[in-house]
T-cell receptor, first 113, second 112 residues
Framework: SQTIHQWPATLVQPVGSPLSLECTVE??????LYWYRQAAGRGLQLLFY??????ISSEVPQNLSASRPQDRQFILSSKKLLLSDSGFYLC????????????FGEGSRLTVL | AQKITQTQPGMFVQEKEAVTLDCTYD???????LFWYKQPSSGEMIFLIY??????QNATEGRYSLNFQKARKSANLVISASQLGDSAMYFC?????????FGTGTRLQVFP
């Protein structure tokens, strides 16, 4: 069966420090991968998605970047965190282009101080 | 542009009663999909139900049903016989080509 994991689960970082959140999917190949951010009490904002290795689409201009070095690995990064980067980050994957639902990871809660 | 709107920031329902959570969408694509997710306080996102734009019947999954009104561009979630464990945030989402866009969510609270 397919599983998705992301880490770390919780992160407290000072302003200006770098960030790396990792997400891996097991049990499937060539998934579509997504990074969403959820600000406190808000909906989900799509940050990046990838349909294949090295293919990254950015949805909003921001302080973050994403990379997909392997088929089932998706990384969210920042060189210098801002206060506004705080939030709950969710990685997700889907297989079926037309009907497949998103399967989400456990989430990573980032607090920038 | 594609858009998902959830106009109810919060809803209350008594245990064992039914509740409807509203969702409207806007798209020019003839082919699209609509999803509902539940997010408990733990933060995980749980898939509930899916409706395709060409599906003739409303989707149902146990106590969840989706009231799909294509002409009105609405895809409301109906939860029958509410339980205390249904208290959570609920998100409506729409497939837009190869990504899903989400509404702002509705917080449902079930009271005894």
């Amino acid at each position: 069966s397919q599983t998705i994991h992301q880490w770390p689960a919780t992160l407290v970082q000072p302003v200006g420090s770098p960030l790396s959140l990792e997400c891996t999917v097991e049990g499937t190949s060539n998934p579509n991968l997504y990074w969403y951010r959820q600000a406190a009490g808000r909906g989900l904002q799509l940050l990046f998605y990838s349909v294949g290795i090295g293919q990254i689409s950015s949805e909003v201009p921001q302080n973050l970047s994403a990379s997909r070095p392997q088929d089932r690995q998706f990384i969210l990064s920042s060189k210098k965190l801002l206060l506004s980067d705080s939030g709950f980050y969710l990685c997700a994957w889907r297989q079926d282009f037309f009907t497949g639902e998103l399967f989400f990871g456990e989430g990573s809660r980032l607090t920038v101080l | 542009a594609q858009k998902i709107t959830q106009t109810q920031p919060g809803m209350f329902v008594q245990e064992k009663e039914a509740v409807t959570l509203d969702c409207t969408y806007d798209t020019s694509d003839p082919s699209y999909g609509l999803f509902w997710y539940k997010q408990p306080s733990s933060g995980e996102m749980i898939f509930l139900i899916y409706q395709g734009s060409y599906d003739q019947q409303n989707a149902t999954e146990g106590r969840y049903s989706l009231n799909f009104q294509k002409a009105r561009k609405s895809a409301n979630l109906v939860i029958s016989a509410s339980q205390l464990g249904d208290s959570a945030m609920y998100f409506c989402a729409m497939r837009n080509t190869d990504k899903l866009i989400f509404g702002t969510g509705t917080r449902l609270q079930v009271f005894p």
